[in-house]
């Protein structure tokens, strides 16, 4: 195991005066009352700056030997393990992760303080998702299509073109961050281009995947049995009784419509022995109002 | 279809149809569906290139067809998907409504209407029923807060939902089937929202009081309104607005206190909720037009007596127009007094509330 690790003592500087302070809460209230006319987002934005290049003190040896994070795949740990262990040794690791970036969310505001020894990587997919990654970087990363996958296409590390995307996931296949935007990238067109502010509302919204646990209000079944108002007179008294008033009778005003309907047929063929066609639809006055809502589950089931 | 949404810890049920959907049943089954004028032939195309974004000034505006933001899309979809590339225009209409004979119950509508269709003068569909949220019953910041929040982010995730297929089809185009036009590649776009103040405000995801900037299009600011500074206001710069609302939202998720919030309310009157609308093409790419497509509820601007008011200054001003002669371009001045009368007297019955649909909106 590694030895416990230590953070260095940091000097986040006042980005307003010459003076200089230890925690981040205390250059708030410096700001909040020394400079009360300047951007708190301002100060902030400082102190993110000042933490994300505190560095990590520990033997050399013992960073080398740590086991990469469990449960990441095999590039993916070693991309992230690269990015966090090694971020002050190896200089192409941490420009790939600042090519990534950090959002202008972390710029505009500031990270919590329980953050500021997570590594880069996990701060990048903090701060693109909007959610907490304190389980750990080393957490493995959702299935796609989760709600948690989609969100790291929100961060600002986005490439200017396909082109540049294509290279960069060709270049370097050890950036973990570069092949699950890789992956995600194939649920959008081809020439999209991420740093759009289109796109990029567009990829915030995929994140919560309201659509894909979108159901129908009318099983599909409904569709196929055949409507019962198969003739002009039958389909006159539905769309009276579906549309009169502006939202259509009460279910006691369909049963008391059929019923009149009903009563008209019986007074019209009385002692002809025919059978009107509401009679011989409906049997019963109750049957035209439960025609009528399968019409309406019918025709919710065809519309969708 | 039909799908719940979870914000925080309480869950809304969301009914919708999807709005390309409804558009490409629309297109289908029309009688009568209109591009306007866009040309067909190559001859054609260069002819309007040439005539550019103006209109001659014998031109006679006859419907959203030939509007400005209609035209103005019509030329940047041909520009970038070819010339035989028709703009699908789409309006899209948010009220809250009652649901219920009783008056207790409320719901928001969300309705779209497809400019090409010409059937019937154009028929809105309700494409979505968002659940209503109550005031908060506790009654301090926080709650109210929340329940905002909550409100806001309801309505924009339910407008990504409907707006899902629309948004990549206005990037990409699709190929459908339009009564009398056989299979044509359709390119949609945003062309007018339909509602009031609040839900203006609501949908740009911008503040609706306590605010500096109340003009969603213009910075111009409260204490300068109405005055002759608030004329040299700029325009609102929707890039920055919206960076600004994105870079918030995704820290609202994990600090939600107002304090985080405080400097894009006071930048740009904004609130940390990501509008749903910038995702469409069109409205957050060229030509620009997420601020510019708003259009008024005459039904409630006209409750409100504004246009009354205006109206009473009507015989004066055409009178002043017209000159001696009393010819306006569509008859004497008195026809079109009393065309006014008469579409005021229409809008006028109906003032009250009901729970069934408006049958038309008046553009």
Same mark, same amino acid.
């Given at each position: 195991m590694a030895p416990p690790r230590a953070v260095s003592a940091l000097l986040i500087p006042c980005p307003f005066c010459c003076l200089s302070f230890r925690k981040q809460p205390n250059l708030a209230r410096h700001v909040q009352?020394?400079? @009360?006319?300047?951007s708190r987002c301002a100060a902030a934005a400082a102190a993110s700056v000042a933490m994300s290049q505190s560095f990590v003190r520990g033997s050399l040896a013992a960073m080398a030997s740590a086991p990469g994070p469990a449960l990441l795949a095999v590039d993916a740990g070693a991309a992230r393990a690269a990015a966090t262990d090694n971020r002050d040794l190896n200089l192409d690791v941490e420009m790939d992760v600042s090519i990534s970036g950090v959002a202008p969310a972390v710029d505009g505001g500031d990270a919590p303080p329980n953050e500021r020894d997570m590594d880069v990587a996990a701060a990048t997919v903090v701060v693109a998702t909007g959610h907490s990654a304190r389980d750990g970087a080393g957490s493995a990363p959702p299935p796609h299509?989760t709600p948690d996958d989609v969100g790291v296409l929100v961060g600002d590390w986005l490439y ?8 960069d996931a060709?270049a370097d296949d050890n950036n973990a961050t570069g092949a699950a935007a890789v992956d995600l990238?194939? &649920? ?13 509302? @567009?990829?915030?919204?995929?994140v ?12 599909? @079944? ?9 003739? /002009?007179?039958? @389909? ?9 008033? %502006? ?5 006691? &005003? ?22 009107? /066609? ?8 109750? %049957? ?17 | ?10 869950? =809304? ?40 974004? $103006? ?20 030329? +940047?979809?041909?520009?970038? #998907? ?13 009220? +809250? ?10 719901? =928001?509508?969300?309705?779209? $209407? ?37 409100? $806001?982010?309801?309505? !924009? ?23 009398? #036009? ?14 009031? !103040? ?15 900037? =109340? ?8 204490? *300068? ?12 710069? =929707? ?5 600004? !609302?994105?870079a918030a939202a995704v820290l609202r998720a994990d600090d939600p206190r107002?304090s985080r ?38 039904? #409630? ?10 109206? !009473? ?16 371009? *569509? ?18 019955? $109906? ?13």
């Amino acid at each position: 195991m590694a030895p416990p690790r230590a953070v260095s003592a940091l000097l986040i500087p006042c980005p307003f005066c010459c003076l200089s302070f230890r925690k981040q809460p205390n250059l708030a209230r410096h700001v909040q009352t020394s400079h @009360r006319n300047e951007s708190r987002c301002a100060a902030a934005a400082a102190a993110s700056v000042a933490m994300s290049q505190s560095f990590v003190r520990g033997s050399l040896a013992a960073m080398a030997s740590a086991p990469g994070p469990a449960l990441l795949a095999v590039d993916a740990g070693a991309a992230r393990a690269a990015a966090t262990d090694n971020r002050d040794l190896n200089l192409d690791v941490e420009m790939d992760v600042s090519i990534s970036g950090v959002a202008p969310a972390v710029d505009g505001g500031d990270a919590p303080p329980n953050e500021r020894d997570m590594d880069v990587a996990a701060a990048t997919v903090v701060v693109a998702t909007g959610h907490s990654a304190r389980d750990g970087a080393g957490s493995a990363p959702p299935p796609h299509g989760t709600p948690d996958d989609v969100g790291v296409l929100v961060g600002d590390w986005l490439y200017a073109s396909d082109e540049e995307k294509d290279t960069d996931a060709a270049a370097d296949d050890n950036n973990a961050t570069g092949a699950a935007a890789v992956d995600l990238l194939a &649920d959008l067109p081809r020439h999209v281009f991420l740093s759009s502010t289109a796109a990029r509302i @567009r990829a915030y919204y995929l994140v919560f995947s309201d659509t894909s646990q979108s159901t129908p209000v009318v099983p599909r @079944r409904w569709a196929s049995p055949p409507s019962r108002f198969c003739s /002009p007179a039958l @389909r006159g008294a539905l769309r009276f009784a579906l549309t009169a008033g %502006g939202c259509g009778l009460t279910q006691r &005003d369909h049963v008391a419509y059929a019923q009149s309907l009903r009563a008209v047929e019986q007074e019209a063929t009385r002692g002809t022995g025919v059978v009107g /066609p509401m009679s011989a639809a409906f049997p019963s006055a109750h %049957g035209f109002l439960t025609a009528t809502r399968h019409e309406q589950n019918c025709v919710l089931a065809t519309r969708r | 279809m039909q799908v719940t949404i979870e914000i925080g810890d309480r869950s =809304f049920m969301y009914y919708y149809r999807d709005v390309m959907q409804v558009a490409l049943d629309a297109l289908a089954g029309a009688e009568t569906v209109s591009f306007g004028d866009v040309p067909s032939t190559p001859a054609g195309v260069l002819a309007a290139r040439d005539a550019g974004d $103006n209109f001659r000034d014998e031109h006679e505006r006859r419907g959203i067809l030939d509007a400005d933001l209609y035209v103005d899309e019509s030329h +940047e979809v041909q520009r970038m #998907h070819g010339d035989d590339a028709p703009v699908l225009g789409v309006q899209l209409h948010a009220d +809250e409504a009652l649901v219920s004979w009783s008056g207790s119950h409320y719901m =928001f509508l969300v309705r779209a $209407n497809v400019v090409n269709v010409l059937d019937n003068g154009r028929q809105w569909q309700t494409v979505g029923y968002l659940q209503h949220i109550s005031k908060a019953v506790e009654q301090s910041a926080r709650a109210k807060l929340d329940v905002s929040d909550t409100r $806001n982010e309801l309505l !924009q995730r339910c407008l990504s939902v409907s707006l899902r297929a629309f948004t990549r089809a206005s990037e990409e185009g699709v190929t459908a089937h339009v009564a009398g #036009h056989g299979s044509v590649q359709l390119v949609p776009r945003m062309v007018v929202l339909v509602v009031d !103040q609040v839900e203006e405000r609501s949908i740009l995801a911008l503040m609706g009081n306590r605010c500096r900037f =109340f003009c969603s299009p213009c910075m111009e600011d409260k204490d *300068l309104s109405g005055g002759l500074l608030g004329v040299r206001a700029v325009d609102r710069d =929707f890039v920055t607005t919206l960076e600004g !609302q994105l870079a918030a939202a995704v820290l609202r998720a994990d600090d939600p206190r107002p304090s985080r919030r405080r400097d894009l309310g006071r930048a740009h009157s904004a609130l940390p909720i990501v509008p749903a609308l910038g995702a469409i093409h069109g409205l957050a790419t060229r030509p620009y037009d997420l601020y510019c497509i708003v259009s008024f509820d005459l039904l #409630h601007v006209w409750e409100l007596g504004i246009l009354r008011l205006l109206a !009473q200054r009507l015989p004066a001003v055409l009178l002043s127009l017209c000159g001696e002669t009393g010819e306006a371009r *569509l008859g004497s001045v008195q026809d079109t007094l009393d065309a006014l009368n008469l579409r005021g007297f229409e809008l006028g019955r $109906n003032y009250n509330v009901t729970p069934s649909a408006p049958g038309y909106v008046l553009m």
